[in-house]
Structures are given as C-alpha cells and as structure tokens.
C-alpha cells in the first residue's frame, strides 16, 4: 500500500514521459499498418498523433479506466471497418486493447510496482525495457504459428487467406482439411506409427535416462563429468551427423536381426527407429532428473536403508515419489523430441515405418496440400498441453522441495 501511495505521488510526467512512450508504441503499429498500403511513414505519423491522444485521454481520466480503454478499442475498430474490412476492425481492436493499457500503465507509474522500492530510474528501466524484449522474442516465436493455424480452416484448397477469410465470413472457413486428415489412410497410417514409435521410445528413454541421472549424481562415481558430456552429447550433435551415425550402426544390426533371429523386416524396422528415437530423448531424462536430484535430501535414502531397506525398495518407495515431476518432465520431453522428428526416420526407418513428420516433410515435397496446416495445429495443441503439463510439474517439484510457496 505504501509503495503504491508513493507512486501515486510521483506521477510521470505526461507531456515529457507518457505521452512520447505511448506515441512511439503507436508509431510503431502505424508503421506495420502503412506498409500494408504502401504508406508506411504516413502510418507512423497517424499513429504517433493517435497514440499522443489516447495517452491524454488516459491521464486526465485516471478514474475512468475501464470505459477510456473500451471506448479505445470500439473506436478503434470502428475505423478499421471503415477504412479497411471485419480482420482490419479485429486488428484495431487488439491495438487499441493494447495502446490503452501501455497508457495507463505509464499514466499510473505502475511500471515502478513490480521493481524494489529502492531502485533508481536507470534500474527501473532496465527492467521494464527487459521484460520487453523478452515478451518481443517470445511474440516473434509463436506470431509464425497464427497464421498456420488459421490457414488450417481454409475452405480452398491452396496456401492463401481468401477475401472471405480476411473479412471472416463464414463460407471461408471449413473443417474439410481436418475432415481429411482424420479419415484418410495417407494421414492416419503415420499418425498410427507416430503413436507406436514415441510411447516406446520414451519408455525406454526415461528408465535408461533416470537410472543414468542417479548413477551419476553420486559424487563417488570415476569421470561422470565426461560420461555426462557424452551421453547428452546427441543434444549437441548436429541431427544429420548423429542420424548418419545411426544409420551405420542400426543398417548391419538389422541385417543380422532378420538373418539370424529371423524377424520380419517391418519388426525390426520399428526396433531401429524406437531405439535410435531413444538415443536422441535420453539426454532430456538425464537433463531434467539430474536438476531435480539437486534439492534431494540424501538423508532421506540414507535413513531407509537403517531401516532395512533394501535398495530398490528405497527407490521406489523414498527417492522416485520426490523425483517423479522431474522424471516425468523428462519423459514429455522425449515423447516430443520422438513424435516430431524426421531427420533420423528418413535415414533408419523405411516406409513402413512412415512417421507423421515424415508424411508431412513429403507432403511439402511432393503435393502442397492445406491438410499438412491442419497436422500442424494439431500437433502444436498437443505440443502446448505437454509442455504445459511439465511447467505443472516443475512448479510441484519446487513446492516439494521448498524452492516455492505451497
């Protein structure tokens, strides 16, 4: 509260502070929005005076915060609709969303709440000018996805947003790629090996990358600082190189796995790709068991083995419920490095063993087809609900160990 009140009493100054900030955000948007029309210098000028406006507009309306920002974003897409068409209002509105909240979070001077009290204006911008750049590389990161996803609801059959889908009529948009890629062989076939090859291969990924992770967290073992470089070194190893190397590893195994065990060569191609997958996920497991075995209380291992128990019931029953969020973040992650990959199907595996990646690498070779956009989509929303899940568990296995408030 304190800290609040002080702030209030140290208001930025609007025509020096506010203003030029929030004009120089505006200009920026403008610049965006005049290359589009071949005007870009006259769209940061319309910008920068809108954004000078908008800002005086908020601090002499400090108390009318919520009807100043959504009268913003209504006039705002109101004159996108007018000069432009329905996707140029949605684009209005999001910039007016956004003007109108950087103009009261400079009006207000919350920009020096989230910094310690002490700190002096250099500090505080630095700060702040951090937390944008960050939130600038992580826009440039995720803005490609956008428009693949909504290209996956094309109602045509070519890579082009459509009059229609620019000015979101319905009859732009259709669920058929998606219709295609779930009824279909030429889709639900490698999904199919996908779903074989990534389970197993995590499988074998977490049991090899956890056992290794505690092997070599006891401070007593020879050199596992270099054993630890070469058995994360497939992170580090360019994808072709390492995918090379297996293909002359695996190609003679499973040439004497069909000669002299007999099996078929569809089998033992799964077995090449699955193992060659694990090689690539293990480094993951070891990654994240080896930084949760950081905060382990050995103590704990310790006292059940005074107990009497025997190792492998301390495993299972003290050490691995501590260490399962960083075993299973692990895990996630190999399930993902084996569902998305292709450099290293293309070299071991064969047709039969057809991966979705892979489906989707010759897709783009051979035949352009919008159905790839809607695998896509659909692998990004898996991608998002796994690494959401493993950002779950990180703040659990925190909790645990008393890193983070319950």
Known sequence: MAKKMLIAEKRPDLFRFTMPLTALLAAMFGFVGGNMVAQPMLGMLIGALVGAAIAFVADTNLNRRTAVRWGTIAALAIAGLVFGNVGT???????????SWTA???ATGAYGMTVPIYYTSGQTLWHNTFKFICGLIFFFLVAPLIPVMWLSFNAEDFFTFTPEMLNFQAE???????????????????????LIIAPIATIISVTLGTLAAIGLSQSHVPGR?????????????????????????????????????????????????????????????????????????????????SMGANPVTTFFQVQMPLILP???????????????EVV??????????????????????EQISPTILAAATILVIVSIMLLTTVELLRRRSERLRGLSPA
């Open 326 to 340: 960083g075993v299973i973040s692990g895990g996630l992650f190999a399930f993902i490095t084996s569902f998305d």
């Open 104 to 106: 009261y979070w400079l």
């Open 89 to 99: 209002a949605v684009s209005g509105a999001i910039i007016g969303a956004v003007l």
């Open 344 to 365: 290293v199907v293309l070299f071991v595996g064969s047709a039969q063993q057809q991966t979705l990646p892979w489906q989707m690498f010759t897709g783009l070779r």
């Open 225 to 305: 600082q270099a054993i630890m470089a070469i058995l994360i070194s497939p992170m580090i190893v360019p994808l072709i190189i390492s995918a090379t190397g297996m293909f002359f590893f695996y190609a003679p195994l499973g040439n004497w796995l069909e000669a002299t065990l007999g099996l078929s060569q569809s089998f033992v191609g799964f077995v090449k790709v699955i193992l060659a997958h694990a090689v690539l996920g293990i480094p993951f497991v070891i990654i994240t068991v080896t930084a949760t075995l950081v905060g382990f209380d050995r103590s704990l291992t310790r006292a059940a083995a």
């Open 172 to 194: 732009g948009y259709s669920l058929k790629h998606y219709r295609d890629f779930l009824g279909t062989d030429e889709w639900m076939v490698p999904l199919k090996n996908s």
